[in-house]
């Protein structure tokens, strides 16, 4: 599947100035099952994301709920995944798979020619810094909004005008690229360009259609 727009047709926008980049599998390749896995097992780990339901429960702390605060919660109401919970906080290093060098390519070559550029992801402030010790090319960007030090998350609208804030550019002029439909489709909605990344050749294209030198 290419990368699409979910840019509404009916508007002309303000051409583009600025992206705004989600992290997690557009920039860095994230697997939560692998740091369940790596305390736990394969098995186990298969077990819990089959079983529990991990992304309402993660999203709460990428909204700025505590981690030991998500642990009590998990014993009080799902005290059978409580030991699989732990294994994802204490291992959540494995769980940061690597990097996508060629999309890290056009944040690159944006950087070059002056772009505004700004991170805007739902990640846990206790985990973030783990992310920033082992992605460097993290530095490029002009800001990260993190969710989780914010205490909201996407896609919720007041984050992604923060994004534009701390770009500094109005949100008109900005496009986001993000993994998650829904995440795009509400960033359109305040009137930015959304795309849904599923791969670095077809962003380029659509970055360079959009009037941005890739």
Request: glycine share 10%.
């Amino acid at each position: 599947m290419g990368l699409s727009s979910t840019t509404d047709p009916t508007t002309t926008p303000a051409p583009a100035a600025g992206v705004v980049w989600d992290l997690g599998n557009v920039l860095i390749d994230w697997d939560p099952r692998a740091a369940v896995a790596a305390g736990l097992g394969e098995a186990e780990a298969g077990r819990f994301f089959d079983g529990f339901d991990f992304a309402t429960w993660n999203h709460d702390c990428d909204a700025g709920l505590s981690w030991d605060e998500a642990l009590a919660r998990l014993e009080r109401e799902h005290p059978q995944w409580l030991q699989h919970g732990r294994a994802y906080h204490e291992h959540f290093a494995a769980s940061l798979v690597g990097e996508h060098a060629d999309t890290i390519g056009l944040l690159r070559e944006l950087r070059a020619a002056g772009v505004p550029q700004v991170g805007l992801t739902n990640f846990s402030a206790e985990l973030y810094p783990q992310a920033q010790a082992k992605f460097p090319f993290l530095d490029l960007l002009d800001d990260v909004v993190v969710s989780g030090a914010e205490r909201v998350a996407k896609p919720d609208p007041a984050i992604y005008r923060l994004a534009a804030e701390r770009c500094g550019l109005p949100l008109a002029a900005l496009v986001f690229v993000d993994d998650k439909p829904g995440n795009a489709a509400a960033a359109v909605a305040l009137g930015m360009r959304g795309l849904v990344y599923a791969g670095a050749d077809r962003l380029r294209a659509d970055l360079r259609a959009l009037g941005l030198p890739v």
